[in-house]
């Protein structure tokens, strides 16, 4: 029971750190793709902002950093997790019997 109370803390508290860093870094993400853009939108011509309307420019411009940004996180999360946990389980695999756990790994793609 000890054991199953302990796994359970390990995994809130691993859970609360990626949700926090993955948060902070699609904040990031944000904040770097919306500079970029805002600068090559200011290096436009002049008949560019003739021809579109600043409203449009800017509601483009934060609705659609937003929509990558938490694409982006999302696959990058998954990624990791899933990475996590297969490695995860291959050394519990390999720490109770070394010769299941080589095949069990060698079999795995």
């Given at each position: 029971v000890?054991?199953?109370?302990?796994?359970?803390?390990?995994?809130?508290a691993l859970d609360?750190?990626?949700?926090?860093?993955?948060?902070f870094v699609q904040n990031r993400v944000v904040r770097r793709l919306r500079c970029v853009l805002f600068?090559?939108?200011?290096?436009?011509?002049?008949?560019?902002?003739d021809a579109n309307k600043a409203g449009s420019l800017?509601?483009?411009?934060?609705?659609d950093c937003v929509a990558i940004a938490s694409d982006l996180s999302w696959v990058f999360r998954n990624v990791a997790e899933s990475f996590v946990r297969v490695a995860g389980i291959a050394a519990?695999?390999?720490?109770?019997?070394?010769k299941l756990g080589v095949v069990a790994c060698g079999a795995t793609p």
């Open positions: 000890a054991a199953f109370v302990v796994a359970g803390v390990v995994n809130a609360f750190w990626n949700v926090f860093l993955f948060s600068a090559k939108i200011l290096q436009q011509e002049a008949g560019f902002f800017s509601s483009r411009l934060t609705s519990y695999l390999l720490f109770q019997n070394v």
